[in-house]
């Protein structure tokens, strides 16, 4: 296990346990559950969780967000469910919700895994074709060759790609999937190769958008060649019929001789089938598609571009972008260019723009920390911890945003604004906007939208966002915390205290040895090392959170402070041992009653850290807290001063 053990222990906990939990997946900021039942998930504690951004609820998944370490956390979810990366993503044999759910449920779990090595690749191809625009070498050296190659090599074969995942979707074997993939990237059967052979026998469908040359036949069938290679619809409908016809066979085929009776009859049947039928049909249904996006999209460029940028960060948040991603890969595959998606392009500079804008505007010093480095995050074309971290808890700025992504987004649909390969995130997209033949106008095009639409959102923020007043009196310098500021603050504004739940020696919390409670995320106060093993009540007020594991207390005082005691660092570990409750959840409590006893000497046995934060949660709602001056305190003294 990880570092991130214990979030991970407290997410499965929360989603129902591994027992509720059909398939787990992950994005870039996202894991992916698919729960048997969401009426047993947690919803409040995983959205309030240190280290959980927000929680989502779409497409048939339950979408815990977490940011861009969630590589980091999802290695260390999957051997608490069991899990294996080739069971990761299966689904329930009939998955729920309604239609639309379902489709983006499998269109996300096909997808998500090759993401990143997809932008990965495309970055590659991409600045490999920047450096031969450039001039920095030529497109005949090996150096571009071998270039080429890592840029080409998954979207030349893509459907080996697509049919190891979509075997794991569709729960068929992950490998007669590969092998499907593999079976229809064969060079002689291509379309390509056969042509190049000789004429061909005859014409189907002659005079339609269909026409089709039939170079040979399967006994006797006529078979419709297609290039398949880089081809994205085919090979998941093949699998899609793999995965019916192994069901069946493993009903019927003796045990003894199922390990390979079984993949031979899937193939034997799928694969005729699918070249047959099952090939063409996509493929034509692929250039329908296409075709009548186009068709949308050349009734007025300008409005389909506003209407992308408009509404893409919405559904970001939804994760219904993903019902999008293949009309925008098979553009590209059967265009060769896709400008029908791309004006969301502007929308990831214009979430970069507006977030960079509060870092300038805001006085709040924990909103300008977390500003910065959404902002390079963003610009890298990860928006998501921004969108849900600043942008929507502020409302206003993305409005700002969504706003600025039209306008560019409308730019981008009126000059016919392209994208000719995939891969690349945010900047690393540019260079595969460079046209086929190393012209830069697509590029220009690309670089002005993202200038428009990045001042418009920077200087609209600039103007229009302002900090809650509450937050600006937040803001104030070491001096202005000194002991006579604190008495005049005492005197001049609401002010109210909390005492010390237990006694023993103070410590600033920025000083303890838990990174998360030390940054004052999660909330300000300060830390006591306990010197006797018993915490009381620090105020009047109800219990609201009294944690199974009985390690941490939440309060929320009858003055409306939320108050965290979490006795020691980790101890959620012990599972309760070493602790005893004399309150519930729901109790309401009199400043000093008796709360938890805690053994000391076990816990310290066990090798954990008795230092315990005691943190104002709700920090937001108080101009400042100010902490004790005293570095030893005996429980019933004053620990905290809130100033309202």
């Not at 193939?267 to 692929?286: D, E, H, K, N, R």
């Not at 500003?371 to 942008?391: D, H, K, M, Q, R």
């Not at 303890?512 to 010197?531: C, E, M, N, R, Y």
Request: proline content about 5%; charged content about 15%; glycine content about 10%.
């Amino acid at each position: 296990m990880g570092k991130y053990e214990n979030l991970a222990k407290e997410i499965v906990k929360n989603v129902g346990g591994k027992e509720n939990v059909s398939s787990l997946t992950h994005c870039i900021t996202r894991l992916r559950f698919k729960l048997k039942d969401e009426g047993k998930a947690n919803d409040d504690v995983i959205k309030n969780m240190d280290g959980v951004v927000t929680l989502m609820k779409s497409g048939g998944q339950y979408q815990v967000v977490i940011g861009n370490h969630v590589p980091e956390v999802y290695a260390d979810v999957m051997p608490l469910l069991g899990l294996d990366e080739d069971q990761a993503d299966h689904g329930e044999d009939a998955p729920s919700g309604n239609l639309f759910n379902r489709a983006i449920d499998v269109i996300s779990g096909i997808f998500q895994p090759i993401l990143g090595i997809m932008a990965a690749c495309g970055m590659v191809k991409g600045l490999n074709a920047l450096f031969v625009a450039i001039g920095l070498y030529t497109d005949t050296c090996g150096g571009y060759l071998v270039l080429n190659a890592i840029g080409d090599g998954l979207f030349n074969f893509l459907p080996l790609f697509l049919g190891y995942t979509a075997a794991k979707k569709f729960n068929l074997k992950p490998m007669i999937g590969l092998v499907i993939g593999a079976i229809m990237c064969y060079p002689t059967i291509q379309n390509s190769a056969l042509s190049a052979g000789g004429d061909a026998l005859y014409t189907l469908f002659a005079g339609t958008m269909f026409e089709s040359q039939v170079y040979t036949t399967f006994f006797g069938i006529p078979m419709i060649a297609m290039d398949y290679t880089g081809t994205v619809i085919p090979v998941i409908f093949v699998v899609y019929f793999a995965s019916k016809c192994s069901k069946l066979f493993n009903k019927i085929v003796p045990d003894l001789v199922k390990f390979f009776f079984v993949p031979m009859l899937t193939l034997l049947i799928t694969i005729p089938i699918g070249l047959l039928v099952i090939g063409p049909v996509a493929t034509f249904g692929s250039t329908i598609i296409a075709e009548a996006v186009m068709a949308v999209r050349n009734a007025s460029p300008m409005l389909a571009g506003a209407i992308v940028g408009l509404t893409w960060q919405i559904l970001v948040i939804f994760g219904l972008h993903w019902g999008f991603i293949p009309v925008y890969i098979n553009n590209i595959m059967t265009n060769g260019y896709d400008n029908v998606m791309m004006p969301f392009f502007a929308c990831t500079f214009a979430t970069s723009a507006v977030v960079l804008a509060i870092f300038f505007k805001t006085k709040d010093k924990h909103l300008k920390e977390m500003a910065l480095p959404n902002f390079i995050s963003g610009i890298f074309g990860v928006t998501e911890p921004a969108i849900y971290g600043i942008l929507l808890p502020l409302k206003k700025p993305f409005v700002i945003s969504c706003i600025a992504g039209c306008i560019g987004g409308g730019f981008y649909g009126a000059f016919n604004f392209r994208k000719f390969m995939m891969g690349g995130m945010g900047i690393f997209e540019f260079p595969a906007m460079i046209e086929p033949d190393g012209s830069m106008g697509n590029l220009i095009v690309a670089v002005v939208g993202v200038v428009i639409t990045m001042i418009i959102a920077f200087i609209a923020t600039m103007i229009l966002y302002k900090d809650d007043p509450k937050k600006n009196a937040e803001v104030q310098t070491e001096d202005t915390k000194q002991a006579p500021v604190k008495k005049e603050a005492g005197s001049l504004l609401n002010a109210s205290e909390i005492v010390s739940p237990m006694s023993g020696k103070v410590l600033k919390l920025e000083n303890i040895q838990d990174d998360a409670f030390a940054s004052g995320v999660l909330g300000k106060g300060a830390a006591i090392v306990p010197s006797e093993g018993t915490v009381y009540a620090p105020a009047d007020g109800e219990i609201s959170a009294l944690f199974p594991t009985l390690h941490a207390i939440g309060m929320k005082t009858d003055g409306g402070a939320e108050l965290l005691i979490h006795i020691g660092l980790d101890t959620v570990q012990l599972e309760g041992e070493g602790f005893e409750a004399f309150v519930k959840q729901g109790d309401h409590v009199t400043q000093g009653q008796k709360l938890v006893s805690f053994d000391m000497d076990f816990i310290k046995g066990k090798g954990y850290c008795l230092e315990t934060p005691v943190l104002i949660t709700n920090m937001d709602d108080y101009l400042d807290i100010i902490e004790t001056d005293k570095k030893e305190i005996k429980a019933g003294e004053v620990l905290l001063n809130i100033v309202k």
